[in-house]
C-alpha cells in the first residue's frame, strides 16, 4: 500500500490529465511563469492564486461562488459595500473603475486582474499592465469589447460578415447612411454602452440629432448600422487561456426585448449549419484578439440564415448563466481557470436549459419576497443578486433544466413571473 499518493501516482494522475479542454488549438505562447503555470502545480507555492475583478455586479458575485469552490482568492473592486457581489461575500475594496489608483490598489492584491465590465478607461488598463499587472483580457483584447467601431472595422479588415455600418459624427454623415443603406438606422453609441442604453433605431436623421448632441464625453463617438430584420440572436460562449487553449460552449438563443437580453435557450434551436459558422467565426475571433478568459461572441441570423456578428465581451455574459446547471463547468469557473491558465473544464451539456432574466419593472414589489413561490415551481434553480428594485435593472434569473429547451423555458418562466408579479 505504501506510497500510493507519492510522487509515482502523482505523475500517472497527471498523464491522464492529457489535453483538458473538450476542443483545444495548439499552444501559442509558453505560460510557465504564469500564476497557474508550473510555479503553483509543482505545489512549492503554498498561497493560494489570487484573483482582482474590476465591478462587483452580478457576474463578479458568481464569479466569487466559483472562487469558493476552487479556493482561489478572490477580491473585487467595488463601488459601493452594497454591490451584488459584496453583499455576496466577496472580499472587496472600495473604488471606482474610472480611476487608476483605485484600479492600481486593487490590482496589488492580485496575480491577475480580470473584469466584470469594460468600463475602464484603455489608458488605465495600459497602465496597469505598464506597472507590471497581468490583465486577462489583455488591454489590447479589450478594447474590442469597449469600442464597438473598432470592433467593426476590425471584423470587416478580416472580412467577417458584419451589418453594414460607418462611424457617424454629423447629421449630415447619418443621412448619408441612411440614404446608401435604408431607414432605420440603428444608431449606436461607440463605447460605453450596455443593455440597449446607447442603441437608437431611427426612422430619419432628424431623429439622430438630438442624439449626437447628448451623452457623456465617453459617449460621443458614434456608429451608424444597417438595421437588420433579425430572424434570431445568438452567442457563442468559448473560454480561452494565454497559451491559446480554447473551449467552445454549446450555442445559446438570445431574445431580447428593448435591447436586453429577457430568455435564453440552450442549445440554441436553430439550424446546425448555422450554428456551426457561428462556432467558427467565435473561435476566429478568439484568436485573432487574443482573448482570454471568456468570450461572447453576440451574433445576428438573417432571414436567409446568414450569421453577422455583432458585439463582443470579455467577461463572463448574460447569455451563459445556464452553464451553471447545464454545463459541466459554469463559464464563472471556466473564468477562473482562463485567466489563471489552467486546464480548462469540459463545455459539455448536461441537459438542455433555458435562463429567464428577473428585470425590474415599476412599482414592483422586491423579487425576494416573492421567493418561496418561485422556489415551488418543480426544477426552478432562482439566482437573486440582492440589488434593489429598479425598472430596467437585472435582478436575478431563474434557470431550468428540460427535455428540450422550449420544455425548460415554460418552467423558467413561471417562476420569473412569480418574482416579479404584482
Ligand atoms: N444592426 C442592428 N439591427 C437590428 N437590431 C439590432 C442591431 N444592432 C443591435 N440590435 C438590437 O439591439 C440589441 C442591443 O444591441 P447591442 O448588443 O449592440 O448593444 P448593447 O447595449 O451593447 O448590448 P449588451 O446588453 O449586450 O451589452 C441587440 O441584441 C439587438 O437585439
Ligand atoms: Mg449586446
Redesign the pocket.
Known amino acids: 500500500m505504501g506510497g500510493a499518493d507519492g510522487p509515482n501516482r502523482c505523475t500517472a494522475l497527471t498523464a491522464l490529465g492529457g489535453g483538458g479542454a473538450s476542443s483545444t488549438i495548439p499552444s501559442q505562447t509558453g505560460s510557465d511563469d504564469e500564476p497557474g503555470g508550473a510555479s503553483l502545480a509543482s505545489g512549492m507555492e503554498r498561497r493560494p492564486a489570487r484573483v482582482a475583478m474590476i465591478g462587483a455586479g452580478q457576474l463578479a458575485r458568481m464569479t466569487h461562488q466559483a472562487a469558493v469552490d476552487l479556493g482561489v482568492d478572490l477580491t473585487v473592486l467595488a463601488e459601493s459595500a452594497y454591490d451584488s457581489a459584496v453583499l455576496g461575500g466577496a472580499p472587496f475594496r472600495l473604488g471606482s473603475p474610472s480611476s487608476l489608483p483605485d484600479l492600481l490598489s486593487a490590482a496589488e492584491l492580485s496575480d491577475v486582474v480580470t473584469f466584470d465590465h469594460e468600463l475602464v478607461p484603455g489608458a488605465h488598463l495600459r497602465e496597469l499592465e505598464r506597472s507590471g499587472h497581468r490583465l486577462q483580457p489583455s488591454p489590447a483584447a479589450l478594447q474590442f469589447a469597449q469600442d464597438?467601431g473598432r470592433a467593426r472595422e476590425a471584423f470587416r479588415r478580416a472580412e467577417l460578415p458584419v451589418?453594414e455600418f460607418a462611424r457617424v459624427r454629423s447629421v449630415e454623415e447619418v443621412e448619408q447612411f441612411g440614404e446608401r443603406h435604408g431607414w432605420p438606422v440603428?444608431l449606436?453609441s461607440a463605447q460605453g454602452?450596455?443593455?440597449?442604453?446607447?442603441?437608437h433605431?431611427i426612422d430619419d436623421a432628424a431623429q439622430a440629432s438630438p442624439l449626437l448632441a447628448s451623452g457623456s464625453a465617453a459617449a460621443r463617438e458614434w456608429v451608424a448600422?444597417?438595421?437588420?430584420?433579425?430572424a434570431a440572436?445568438l452567442t457563442i460562449l468559448l473560454a480561452r487561456t494565454s497559451a491559446g487553449h480554447t473551449a467552445v460552449y454549446p450555442a445559446i438563443q438570445?431574445v431580447?426585448r428593448d435591447?436586453?437580453?429577457r430568455h435564453l435557450l440552450m442549445p440554441a434551436p436553430l439550424p446546425d449549419a448555422a450554428v456551426d459558422e457561428a462556432r467558427e467565426l467565435a473561435v476566429t475571433i478568439g484568436r485573432a484578439i487574443g482573448a482570454t478568459g471568456i468570450l461572447a461572441v453576440?451574433m445576428?441570423l438573417d432571414p436567409d440564415g446568414r450569421v453577422l456578428v455583432?458585439?463582443l465581451?470579455l467577461r463572463p455574459h448574460?447569455s451563459g448563466h445556464a452553464t451553471i446547471e447545464a454545463c459541466e463547468t459554469s463559464q464563472f469557473e471556466q473564468h477562473l481557470r482562463a485567466v489563471l491558465n489552467w486546464p480548462l473544464g469540459a463545455t459539455t451539456l448536461r441537459s438542455a436549459a433555458a435562463t429567464v432574466n428577473v428585470i425590474g419593472e415599476p412599482d414592483m414589489v422586491d423579487p425576494a419576497s416573492r421567493l418561496p413561490m418561485a422556489l415551488a415551481v418543480p426544477g426552478a434553480h432562482v439566482h437573486l443578486y440582492r440589488k434593489a428594485p429598479r425598472p430596467g435593472r437585472k435582478l436575478g434569473h431563474v434557470t431550468a433544466l428540460g427535455s428540450d429547451p422550449l420544455d425548460a423555458l415554460e418552467r423558467a418562466q413561471a417562476a420569473a413571473e412569480l418574482l416579479t408579479c404584482r
Do not use: I, M
Open positions: 464597438k451589418p440603428v449606436k454602452g450596455y443593455d440597449g442604453r446607447g442603441v433605431v448600422e444597417a438595421f437588420v430584420n433579425v440572436e438570445t431580447q435591447g436586453v437580453l453576440e445576428f455583432n458585439e465581451a448574460n
